[in-house]
């Protein structure tokens, strides 16, 4: 889940609606968007890694770009839409879909993008992460912003990536939990999930973007894989 803000002629922020991706049984996965009007009917009911029936909704084609998965169709809650939780979860769902990128075709999947700024899909990208930079503010066009960098590797290939504001303070205390818990040099696998990607003097920069997700150590097979391989 993460929210939508929409900017005001006068400079201020208001909340446009709120985005979820919802996931299936049958592993497949496909964005939701709830205006403002409308989340505060569902606000205080729907929580990340719940099971839920959701009915009386209405679905039209996704556009516009960075989307957050490859699903062609965008599912919108109604004012009659109804949403259950389902309290015995008999269902075979998993927590987490991802559709990763491999680092080594990142330089080749940015350049490929008719639109550099504004690709049509955002990137999912899993390494091993390298060079943690703390957290720190720099000045922007926009104002004071947190960030936070580290380099991502697959052992061959290595890329930069730049955290953003409240998923950079989220990130850094994850990052430095695991410093302090860590008895070990095993290294830490980090999964970005919906990231915007560009080229720059021939290296590929990863920002994130209100729809990323960063997931240091994931209990998960995948994660297993690569600490195995």
Known sequence: MWPSMSNSSNG???????????????????HAFIYADNWKNHASKIQEGSVYVVSNFYT??????????????????????IV????????????????????????SFASANANIEFPEFSTYVIGVLEDFEYISNIKTVYGEKKIVK??????????????????????????????????????IIVIISSTKIRTFRNSVQINTLPSSKIYLGLDNEVVLGICCS
Request: charged content about 25%.
């Open 60 to 81: 039209k084609e996704s556009t516009g770009s960075l989307k957050p998965v490859s699903s062609s169709i965008l599912i919108n809650f109604s004012p009659s839409t």
């Open 150 to 187: 580290f380099r991502i590797t697959d052992g061959r290939h290595s890329h930069k990536v730049t955290v953003w504001e409240d998923l950079a303070a989220t990130t850094d205390v994850a990052y430095r939990s695991i410093e302090e818990q860590s008895n070990s040099i095993e290294p």
């Open 12 to 30: 201020n922020q208001g909340l446009k609606g709120y985005n979820l991706i919802l996931l299936d049984d049958d592993d497949c996965h496909v």
């Open 84 to 107: 259950q939780k389902v309290d015995e979860d008999d269902f075979m769902i998993p927590l987490h879909k991802f559709e990763f990128v491999d680092l080594s075709d990142l330089f």
